[in-house]
C-alpha cells in the first residue's frame, strides 16, 4: 500500500526477485488503474500489473500474507488494525509505530496515535539489535533511516555498557535526496540542492527521539554490565542529531561522537564490533584504514560499519554507511519478513553493491 513512492518502488524491485514472495496487489491512489511500467518505466517487462484502486485491496487482503505500508505518516496507523485482523503481518516503512509511547508519538508528531493499543505490540523493525521480538511479531515498525545507520554505529558501545551516559552522543549525518521521498519540497529541488550541502531541522529533527529511545534499550541494567561498568537503572541517552542534505540520489553516511567510560584502543574497539556483528550477514565491519562510503554500499543492504579512538578528544568516533531505500526502508523491510516467515534473514537481499 503505498506504491508508487520510492520506497515502493524498490520494494518492488526487491519483491520480484525474491524467491519466497509473490506480488499480490500494489495500491496507489494517485496511480489507479495505470500500469506499474508506465509509472516507473525502470519495471517494463518486470511488473506486469496495474495500480489497485483504494478499495480493491480490502476485497483481495485475506490472500496476503504480508502487507507492506510505504504510506505517509499518519495513515499506516489508521489502517493497520483492520488489516492485522486479515491475518495478515503488517511492516510499516513509515514512522507510526516506531516510537513505543504514544505521549512521546504525540509530542514528536504533532497529533494524537489513532491507536495507542497497537504500540506496545509492534516490533522495532532493526534485525541486527531486535531479531527475536521481530520474529515473534505480527507488526513491525521499520526504522528510520537516519536511525538505522546511527543505531548499526553506536550499539556495540551502549550494548557493553561503555556509553558515557552523562554526556550527549553527537550524530552527524548526510541524506541523499530520495530521503525526502517522491514529491519533495522546494529544497530538495535541483537548483537549490546541485553543489549545496546543508543542515536542516536542527534541533528537533524527528528522528533524535527514535535514535535516542532505542540506545537506551540496548544499555545494560544496573548488576549486569560487563567489565565492571556501571549504568544507572532507567538511564537514558541524551543524543544531538544534525542532518545533512547532500546532492546525491542515495546514501546515508553517520558519523557519531560518543564518550566512553574509559580509554579504548581502536584495534578493541574493532574486535568488539566484529563480535557483536558476528552472524548479522548485512553488517560489514570494516578494517583500519578502511572508513565507510556511500557508494560502496550503493543498491545493497549492507551496513558498511568503522570505529576508531580519538586519543585527543578521549572521544570514540563510529561511522556507518547504507543505502536509505534499501537497509534505510524496503531492504531493511524484506528482511523483517524473512525474519517473520523463519526464512534464511539473507534470503532475496544478496545483491552485490553497484560500483563505480
Not at 90 to 112: H, M, Q, T
Not at 312 to 317: C, K, L, P
Not at 321 to 326: F, G, S, T
Request: include cysteine; hydrophobic fraction near 45%.
Amino acid at each position: 500500500m503505498g506504491g508508487s513512492g520510492y520506497a515502493g518502488l524498490e520494494l518492488l524491485r526487491l519483491i520480484v526477485r525474491h524467491p519466497g514472495l509473490k506480488l499480490a496487489w500494489i495500491l496507489s491512489r494517485s496511480h489507479a488503474g495505470q500500469p506499474v511500467g508506465s509509472v516507473y518505466p525502470s519495471l517494463l517487462g518486470i511488473v506486469d500489473r496495474r495500480f489497485s484502486a483504494a478499495e480493491d485491496p480490502w476485497e483481495l487482503a485475506g490472500e496476503a500474507r504480508v502487507i507492506f505500508l510505504a504510506t505517509p505518516s499518519g495513515t499506516a496507523a489508521e489502517l493497520a488494525p483492520a488489516l492485522l485482523q486479515t491475518g495478515a503481518a503488517v511492516v510499516d516503512i513509515s514512522a507510526d509505530f516506531r516510537l513505543p509511547d504514544a505521549a512521546l508519538y504525540e509530542k514528536v508528531y504533532g497529533r494524537p496515535h489513532p491507536h495507542p493499543e497497537l504500540l506496545p505490540l509492534a516490533a522495532y523493525g532493526l534485525p541486527e539489535l531486535f531479531r527475536e521480538s521481530i520474529a515473534r511479531s505480527r507488526l513491525v515498525a521499520n526504522p528510520g533511516c537516519y536511525p538505522t545507520a546511527a543505531l548499526l554505529a553506536l550499539a556495540p558501545l551502549a550494548a557493553a555498557g561503555l556509553l558515557d551516559v552523562d554526556r550527549p552522543v553527537v550524530v552527524s549525518a548526510t541524506s541523499g535526496i530520495s530521503g525526502a521521498g517522491s514529491q519533495p519540497g522546494p529544497m530538495y529541488h535541483f537548483p537549490a540542492a546541485t553543489e549545496n550541502v546543508r543542515p536542516y531541522n536542527v534541533p528537533g529533527h524527528r528522528h533524535t527521539p527514535e535514535i535516542a529511545d532505542y540506545l537506551a534499550r540496548l544499555l545494560p541494567s544496573e548488576g549486569r554490565t560487563p567489565q565492571g561498568a556501571r549504568v544507572p537503572e532507567g538511564a537514558r541517552v541524551r543524543v544531538v542529531f544534525v542532518p545533512h542534505l547532500v546532492p546525491a540520489s542515495r546514501g546515508i553516511l553517520a558519523t557519531c561522537v560518543a564518550t566512553v567510560r574509559r580509554e579504548i584502543a581502536t584495534e578493541e574497539l574493532t574486535a568488539r564490533y566484529r563480535a557483536f556483528y558476528e552472524g548479522a550477514p548485512f553488517v560489514r565491519v570494516l578494517e583500519p584504514p578502511l572508513l565507510p562510503e556511500t557508494k560502496r554500499v550503493l543498491g545493497s543492504n549492507f551496513c558498511d560499519v568503522a570505529v576508531r579512538w580519538d586519543p585527543s578528544a578521549g572521544a570514540v568516533v563510529a561511522m556507518a554507511a547504507i543505502d536509505n531505500l534499501v537497509k534505510g526502508a524496503s531492504g531493511q523491510a524484506l528482511q523483517n519478513v524473512n525474519l517473520i516467515m523463519g526464512w534464511d534473514e539473507a534470503e532475496g537481499l544478496r545483491d552485490v553493491p553497484l560500483y563505480p
